[in-house]
């Protein structure tokens, strides 16, 4: 059972360092990234050779600023502490992050949207 783990910017690039990994970032405010909550935590479940992240955006504004973070809600897929592809998108429905998960993860060369 994989559990969604909360990145902060103290540990966040750690975090990131190995493996896949998949962040969302995300805000209390943001009625959209709420709603994505529960869908982020069944593709922990589903996907165990991933790592899923939450890095909550108020409490990481330096960071978000460096990772250049322009809305929410926003993805980023990590490969080994590079990023490889994000997706932003304010009308981000579940299906459509499956989509872009499962096109992004199946390809050897990912696109940055």
Known sequence: MAAVADATAENF?????EGT?????????CAPCVA???????IAEERPDLRVLKLEAPTARRLCMELKI????AFLLFRDGD??????????SADK????????????EPNKE
């Open 13 to 17: 690039r750690d975090l990131v360092a």
């Open 21 to 29: 990994v998949l962040v969302d970032v995300w805000g209390p405010a």
């Open 36 to 42: 994505l909550g529960p869908h982020v935590e069944a």
């Open 70 to 73: 322009m809305g929410m809600p």
């Open 83 to 92: 990023e490889v592809a994000r997706l932003h998108d304010p009308q981000l």
């Open 97 to 108: 992050l499956r989509a872009w998960l499962g096109d992004t993860l199946d390809t050897d």
